[in-house]
């Protein structure tokens, strides 16, 4: 199987930075897209952003300008960083994969979260 391990959150004042890591390891014969979400307390999981297996990006409207994914194909690691960050940033952030394992086909997976909370 395929496992997702984040780190990088934390409390931070709004206006600044944050830059967050995850790493997929395991049996992993192969991973097409990476990205982030996120849920905020009360509400539904959202889309951050995603990287395609070809460097293709889709930012949230509420993420452009502020934050910027990039991927390490090599260490099949995906970086979030960012910038300019609001109140409304505050959440629970979760790196997202969709990887074939040697032993299956292309499914979705999952980090186990990292809190980020953004004081005024």
């Known amino acids: 199987q395929v496992q997702l391990v984040e780190s990088g959150g934390g409390l931070v004042q709004a206006g600044g930075s944050l830059r967050l890591s995850c790493a997929a390891s395991?049996?992993?014969?192969?991973?097409?897209?990476m990205g982030w979400y996120r849920q905020a307390p009360g509400k539904q999981r959202e889309v951050v952003v995603v990287i395609s297996s070809g460097g293709n990006t889709n930012y949230a409207d509420s993420a452009k300008g502020r934050f910027t994914i990039s991927r390490d194909y090599a260490k099949n690691t995906v970086y979030l960083q960012m910038n300019s960050l609001k109140p409304e940033d505050t959440a629970v952030y979760y790196c997202?994969?969709?990887?074939?394992?040697?032993?299956?086909?292309?499914?979705?997976?999952w980090g186990q979260g990292t809190q980020v909370t953004v004081s005024s």
């Open positions: 395991g049996s992993i014969f192969s991973i097409n897209s």
């Open positions: 997202n994969c969709v990887a074939a394992a040697y032993s299956g086909s292309y499914r979705d997976y």
